[in-house]
Nanobody
């Protein structure tokens, strides 16, 4: 499975951005991770084929993940962005039901990163 991410950019604090990711085929789990300089890669949000969602605590209520199982796409709508959201964001996916949606180790497919920068 190949993943192609798009979106991201520079926005002021309080602004909004939308990230999109297209997969080349069907997947069970899709998610967005982010990695800031000097920090580990962390889950931002994940969604299963059936629509079960997971969010990192700091983004819950501000970010919304959605997917289209026919088009094999996943989107991340990010509202009320904060400077601490600044990071490289990665789309990830996996075909297996097992494992944890929270762990990057349980995703076998990764897209290229896209930079999100939030200015204060």
């Amino acid at each position: 499975v190949q993943l192609q991410a798009s979106g991201g950019g520079l926005v002021e604090a309080g602004g909004s951005l939308r990230l999109s990711c297209a997969a080349s085929g069907p997947t069970y789990r899709m998610g967005w991770f982010r990695q800031a300089p000097g920090k580990e890669r962390e889950l931002v949000a994940a969604i299963s084929w059936g629509g079960m969602e997971h969010y990192e605590d700091s983004v819950r209520g501000r970010f919304a993940i959605s997917r289209n199982n026919v088009e094999h796409t996943v989107n991340l709508r990010m509202n009320d962005l904060k400077p601490e959201d600044t990071a490289v964001y990665y789309c990830a996916a996996d075909r297996e039901r097992g494992g944890s949606p929270l762990s990057p180790r349980d995703y076998n497919y990764w897209g290229q990163g896209t930079q999100v920068t939030v200015s204060s």
